[in-house]
T-cell receptor
Framework: DAGVIQSPRHEVTEMGQEVTLRCKPI?????LFWYRQTMMRGLELLIYFNNNVPIDDSGMPEDRFSAKMPNASFSTLKIQPSEPRDSAVYFCASSSWDRVDYGYTFGSGTRLTVV | SQQGEEDPQALSIQEGENATMNCSYK?????LQWYRQNSGRGLVHLILIRSNEREKHSGRLRVTLDTSKKSSSLLITASRAADTASYFCATVGNYGQNFVFGPGTRLSVLP
């Protein structure tokens, strides 16, 4: 398996623009997580899905953020409109409840810069 | 919150020495996991210890868990320059996958 695949790796956008981050989890994993990492706030859990259903989105900072998982192999995190304070590295991770000892597998992240 | 808090925030040691990092958490857990993050990369799972376990080994890694003190420690023996990274603990509660990371320990292993 190629692991968790995120795209793009880097994104630079202007304030006010819409940004869409993409994630392909590991095949067979039934949990998917979106995290945001900044120097100031560390790793923050934004939202997670179980079997494509959003379970906890309490970490989503504002209504400008939305996440979807239309099927088991794809998820998006959208920011509309983007603001400079959204600049961070966004990670997607997936896991399997049946293989909990293997922990979570993280993607390489998307570094978002909003200017 | 299930958040783990690592201690120290930063640690600098010489190659060959042992490195010990600690993690404290607030509420009961199902398991606790340690991850490593190299600069600019995603997190990599190192080891998981369940709430009914007290100690676990994996290669040069040794993890202990004290549920009475709500704390865990990660020991890296015979450290190498390649161990330079940030190390995070994360706790999983008993009622789901609410998975919260601490702020991490930045380990620097000097050659």
């Amino acid at each position: 398996d190629a692991g968790v695949i995120q795209s793009p790796r880097h994104e630079v956008t202007e304030m006010g623009q819409e940004v869409t981050l993409r994630c392909k989890p590991i095949s067979g994993h039934d949990y998917l997580f979106w995290y945001r990492q900044t120097m100031m706030r560390g790793l923050e859990l934004l939202i997670y899905f179980n079997n494509n259903v959003p379970i906890d989105d309490s970490g989503m900072p504002e209504d400008r953020f939305s996440a979807k998982m239309p099927n088991a192999s794809f998820s998006t995190l959208k920011i509309q409109p983007s603001e400079p304070r959204d600049s961070a590295v966004y990670f997607c991770a997936s896991s399997s409840w049946d293989r909990v000892d293997y922990g979570y597998t993280f993607g390489s992240g998307t570094r978002l810069t909003v200017v | 919150s299930q958040q783990g808090e690592e201690d120290p925030q930063a640690l600098s040691i010489q190659e060959g020495e042992n490195a010990t990092m600690n993690c404290s958490y607030k509420t009961s857990i199902n398991n606790l996991q340690w991850y490593r993050q190299n600069s600019g990369r995603g997190l990599v799972h190192l080891i998981l210890i369940r709430s009914n376990e007290r100690e676990k080994h994996s290669g040069r890694l040794r993890v202990t868990l004290d549920t009475s003190k709500k704390s865990s420690s990660l020991l890296i023996t015979a450290s190498r320059a390649a161990d330079t990274a940030s190390y995070f603990c994360a706790t999983v509660g008993n009622y789901g996958q609410n998975f919260v990371f601490g702020p991490g320990t930045r380990l620097s292993v000097l050659p």
